[in-house]
């Protein structure tokens, strides 16, 4: 197993449910900047088949288990809730949790579904923790990440994207975003909850949008890939890993 990530960087994105115009919004602003992706998907859509068509994006599964949790879920158990999205998408060997909703038997019942990885961990880089993959003893990889753009609101010292990618050292670097958060280039959760009533009304979604080119999620990106341009850094694809 490689240890040694100095050089290389991985994009995952997890869709929650977003609109086609946001999904396509940021399946743009990936062909833009010529960035890999594992995006792990929520439910169907038209834009599927552009995702597949794409080489550089492989497709993981997003599977929301909080229902359950609550008592009003559809689904009869956990098993049914992986089993639905694998067969939305069949090529899927990666998996994460929406709200990283995490227990062994969930681990246990994606390797029994032909995950070969899961992305549930999330420890972030200002725990200075170096990060590695590591095996279950289900079998899957596990492959935890440590920058996720909701999450990042909640810093109270937000470090740049240029010091995650240049002072995390020979440690696994792996970023998540949303395309809601990419789209609005969110900046505080306040801009989120404000836009929330209109994540499926696109046109009046835009009023949204922190015009900041410094700050925000899709700032974010931005500046990590031309920091990785400039310094040399590859963005390899994590659900290889």
């Known amino acids: 197993m490689n240890t040694n990530f100095t050089k290389t960087a991985y994009i995952t994105l997890d869709i929650d449910w977003a609109c086609d115009e946001v999904i396509a919004d940021t399946l743009d602003l990936l062909d833009s900047l010529v960035l890999p992706a594992t995006i792990f998907i929520t439910h169907d859509t038209p834009l599927l088949e552009r995702m597949r068509r794409n080489p550089r994006i492989v497709l993981g599964i997003h599977p929301n288990f909080c229902p359950l949790l609550q008592g009003r ?25 929406h709200a990283l909703v995490d227990a062994s038997p969930i681990l246990v019942a994606f390797a029994n579904q032909g995950f070969r990885n899961d992305m549930n961990l999330f420890i972030p880089f200002s725990s200075g923790i170096r990060l590695n993959p590591f095996r279950h ?3 899957l990889q596990r492959i935890p990440y440590f920058y ?3 999450a990042y609101c909640f810093e109270t010292d937000k470090r740049s994207p240029e010091a995650h990618l240049l002072e995390a050292g020979d440690g696994l670097k ?6 809601i958060h990419l789209y609005l280039n969110t900046e505080s959760m306040t801009r989120y ?12 979604l835009k009023q949204f949008v922190n015009p900041d080119t410094e700050n925000g999620a899709r700032a974010f990106l931005i500046r990590l ?5 400039a310094n040399d850094y590859t963005f390899g694809q994590a659900a290889d890993l």
């Open 193 to 204: 909850e404000q836009a929330r009533p209109y994540f499926q009304d696109f046109p009046n």
């Open 225 to 229: 890939a031309a920091c990785a341009e």
């Open 148 to 150: 996720e753009d909701d």
């Open 73 to 97: 879920s559809a689904h009869p158990d956990y098993h049914a809730v992986i089993h639905e999205l694998k067969a939305l998408v069949p090529e899927a060997t990666c998996a994460r949790s």
């Open 174 to 179: 792996v970023f998540n975003f949303h395309p």
């Open 137 to 139: 003893y289900s079998g």
